[in-house]
């Protein structure tokens, strides 16, 4: 199993760009989610899905779009970048019923100028 | 409201000294608890994570934590660390209940962790 994998590792957009950051996992899992990681912040919520079809907001969604037509992928989409999102995005995904226990992909680190 | 605060952002120790990194959080039942770790550029990963039974968890690496429930606290431990064992450390609480969110977790901001040679 690859688990949870992201692409790309690294991208630097202009302000006002558009981008997707791609999100797949081969475990099956039901739940999926997008976190952002900021210095001294420690993750935070941008979107989850509780399966195929179904998507919601976290903590910090402004900004970013998600959907999810399959169980294997969780695709971020950023509408217009802005220098607030320079930051380092992680995937996760976890089973339910497997007491929230979440596998990470490897991040994504995004630097809007 | 739901929360996780780990209160050292960064510590220092010297490589064969014990370490304990602390854990606080504020949860309205049984929480479920997990210690991630982020070495340098890296994801995370799980170190050990505790969802009922035996208060003191055994997890990889030689790490241990032990849940407090009159104090609210997760703290991790390890008796003797080592170099490579510099890294970020992630405490987690679990479920999240907002908006029906029950598969994620809130994270504390970490504690970063340094090893003296």
């Known amino acids: 199993n690859a688990g949870v994998t992201q692409t790309p590792k690294f991208q630097v957009l202009k302000t006002g760009q558009s981008m997707t950051l791609q999100c797949a996992q081969d475990?099956?899992?039901?739940?999926m989610s997008w976190y952002r990681q900021d210095p001294g912040m420690g993750l935070r919520l941008i979107h989850y899905?509780?399966?195929?079809?179904?998507?919601d907001q976290g903590e910090v969604p402004n900004g970013y779009n998600v959907s999810r037509s399959t169980t294997e992928d969780f695709p971020l989409r950023l509408l217009s970048a802005a220098p607030s999102q320079t930051s380092v995005y992680f995937c996760?995904?976890?089973?339910?019923?497997?007491?929230?226990?979440?596998?990470f992909g490897p991040g994504t680190r995004l630097t809007v100028l | 409201a739901q929360s996780v605060t780990q209160p050292d952002i960064h510590i220092t120790v010297s490589e064969g000294a014990s370490l304990e990194l602390r854990c606080n959080y504020s949860?309205?039942?049984?929480?479920?608890l997990f210690w991630y770790v982020q070495s340098p550029g890296q994801g995370l990963q799980l170190l050990l994570k505790?969802?009922?039974?035996?208060?003191l968890v055994q997890g990889i690496k030689g790490f241990e934590a032990e849940f407090k429930r009159s104090q609210s606290s997760f703290n991790l431990r390890k008796p003797s660390v080592h170099w490579s064992d510099a890294a970020e450390y992630f405490c987690?609480?679990?479920?999240?209940?907002?908006?029906?969110?029950?598969?994620?977790?809130?994270f504390g901001k970490g504690t970063k962790l340094s090893v003296k040679p």
């Open positions: 475990m099956n899992h039901e739940y």
């Open positions: 899905s509780v399966g195929a079809g179904i998507t």
């Open positions: 996760a995904s976890s089973r339910r019923g497997s007491y929230n226990e979440q596998f």
């Open positions: 987690a609480v679990g479920p999240l209940n907002y908006g029906g969110s029950q598969g994620n977790l809130i």
């Open positions: 949860y309205g039942a049984t929480p479920y």
């Open positions: 505790y969802f009922s039974g035996d208060t």
